[in-house]
C-alpha cells in the first residue's frame, strides 16, 4: 500500500456503456498500481470468472488486485486482498482464513478506524466525503475537513473515498490523504487512461510539494 496513491474502483452500472473489463485494460494502460474489483451485480460464476481475468491482467502489470466485499472470490482468484464494509464478515473472521491477505476495511466513524488494526485491517478507508451516485441513499458525507482527525486515531494507511472529483485534489492532500480511492471519475471518462495517467500525477506532485 506505500506505493499506492490513486486507487481505482470498478463499477460496470456505472460505467458509461463499458464493460469492468474495459475499464481495467484502461486504467492499468494509465499506470494504475492497485484496483479494486467492486461488483454487485454479477452471479457467482460471472464474479469469480472477472475476477480471474483481473487477477491474471493485474499481475501482468505488477499492479494489486483487491476484491469488494467478496472474501471467498477474493481467494478463490488468489487476489492479494479484500475490501470489507461493515456489514460484510468481520475483518477478525477473515484475517484466521488469510493471514497473509491485505486486508481493507470501512470506516464511516473515527470509532472504526480507531479499531481497524485491532480487528485485523490492513488499512482503512475514511468516507464517504462528498455526496456519491455509488451508494443510493447516503445522506451524510464526512467531508475532507475530517481525514485528520479519523488519521490521528490509527497509524495504519488509509484511502479516501465518496464523491471525489479532480478539483478536490488540492484540499485532500492538504488534509493529509495519501491515496484516493475513485468510482466515476475514472468509470465515466472519456479517456480512462488519460485520467488515469493525469490523475495519479496531480496527487503524486501535491505529495511532492507538501513534504
Keep these: 500500500m506505500e506505493r499506492v496513491t490513486l ?7 456505472l460505467g458509461a456503456g463499458r464493460t469492468d473489463l474495459e475499464w481495467l485494460d ?12 467492486r461488483d454487485k451485480e454479477s452471479d457467482d460464476r460471472s464474479l469469480y470468472e472477472k475476477a480471474l481475468v483481473f487477477r491474471r491482467k ?6 494489486l ?3 469488494n466485499n467478496r472474501l471467498d472470490i477474493a481467494m478463490l482468484a488468489d487476489a492479494d486482498g479484500v475490501h470489507l464494509g461493515n456489514s460484510d464478515i468481520p475483518v477478525e ?16 466513524t473515527q470509532e472504526q478506524a480507531a479499531s481497524a488494526q485491532a480487528r485485523g485491517a490492513s488499512y482503512y478507508n475514511i468516507g464517504p466525503l462528498f455526496e456519491t451516485k455509488t451508494k443510493a441513499g447516503l445522506t451524510e458525507f464526512i ?6 482527525s479519523y488519521a490521528a ?3 495504519l494507511p488509509f484511502t479516501v473515498m465518496g464523491g471525489i472529483k479532480f478539483n478536490h485534489i488540492d484540499e485532500l492532500t492538504a488534509n493529509g490523504a495519501r491515496r484516493i480511492a475513485v468510482v466515476t471519475a ?7 487512461v488519460g485520467e488515469t495517467g493525469r490523475w495519479s500525477e496531480a496527487i503524486s506532485r501535491k505529495l511532492a510539494r507538501n513534504q
Excluded at 484502461?26 to 474489483?37: E, F
Excluded at 473472521?93 to 464511516?108: C, D, H, K, T
Design 153 to 155: 486515531v490509527s497509524s
Design 186 to 192: 475514472l468509470t465515466q471518462a472519456e479517456d480512462i
Design 58 to 63: 493485474t499481475a501482468e502489470a505488477g499492479a
Design 65 to 67: 488486485f483487491l476484491v
Design 7 to 13: 486507487y481505482p474502483v470498478s463499477c460496470e452500472k
Design 93 to 108: 473472521a477473515a484475517r484466521r482464513l488469510v493471514p497473509e491477505m491485505i486486508i481493507g476495511v470501512s470506516a464511516n
Design 26 to 37: 484502461g486504467v492499468l494502460a494509465g499506470g494504475a498500481r492497485i484496483v479494486q474489483l
Design 143 to 148: 467531508g475532507s475537513g475530517a481525514i485528520k
